[in-house]
């Protein structure tokens, strides 16, 4: 029950997907209307979700997230949808969210941990130096067990707001991925966001 809830909430987070307006700034990932296979996302969420969880090694809930490169040790919260489709993203600006609806950090398919991007009121946000993260780095993710599980950074992409985000929340290679996104670019004060979202793909160890 558990696998056919994820799957079908992730058809309606894809379809449609935007990361939520915040105080700190606008984050819009959604999935391409130009994209002329709309019908094979579907197959792509199922599929995703193929892998019986009993197979699976057991993760608990992500407690926290440590990027010791960037100086990054925050509390994880939980989000899901909201009203609008989209994903939450965290209440405090120096915490990350982990998308509860996708597969926990450590279990097979990509987890996806989103977080504030910029100064405000002279504080930091947690993921305002993702991008100075370079393929080998490694971050880790700690759970409400105790467990650690450590990840390291394969590549990263930027992405228009309307581009294809599938393979951020989907990959179907029987691995454990954790990808980490943010907002890129300068400020725009016409269209009240940033022109760019900064994505981490990182590979279980």
């Known amino acids: 029950m558990r696998n056919l809830s994820r799957r079908t909430m992730l058809i309606f987070a894809l379809a449609g997907l935007a990361l939520s307006v915040t105080f700190l700034f606008s984050f819009h990932l959604t999935f391409s209307q130009k994209n002329p296979n709309q019908n094979g996302l579907a197959m792509l969420v199922e599929n995703a979700g193929a892998v019986s969880e009993d197979k699976q090694?057991?993760?608990?809930?992500?407690?926290?997230l440590k990027i010791p490169k960037i100086n990054v040790d925050t509390a994880v919260e939980s989000v899901g949808l909201t009203s609008l489709g989209a994903m939450g993203t965290p209440?405090?600006?120096?915490?990350?969210?982990?998308?509860?609806l996708g597969p926990r950090p450590g279990e097979n398919g990509s987890a996806v941990i989103?977080?504030?991007y910029e100064i405000k009121n002279g504080k930091e946000s947690a993921f305002d130096n993702l991008h100075e993260l370079s393929k080998g780095d490694k971050l880790y993710v700690e759970d409400d067990k105790g467990l650690i599980i450590t990840f390291i950074m394969r590549e990263s992409r930027e992405y228009d707001p309307e581009a294809d985000a599938s393979d951020i929340f989907v990959l179907n290679d029987g691995k454990a991925h954790l990808n980490l996104i943010t907002c890129d670019g300068l400020w725009n004060e016409v269209s009240r966001s940033y022109p760019k979202r900064l994505v981490i793909f990182t590979d279980k160890e």
Do not use: I, K
């Open 114 to 116: 989103d977080g504030h």
């Open 57 to 64: 090694e057991s993760f608990g809930l992500p407690a926290r």
């Open 91 to 100: 209440n405090f600006q120096s915490d990350v969210a982990w998308f509860n």
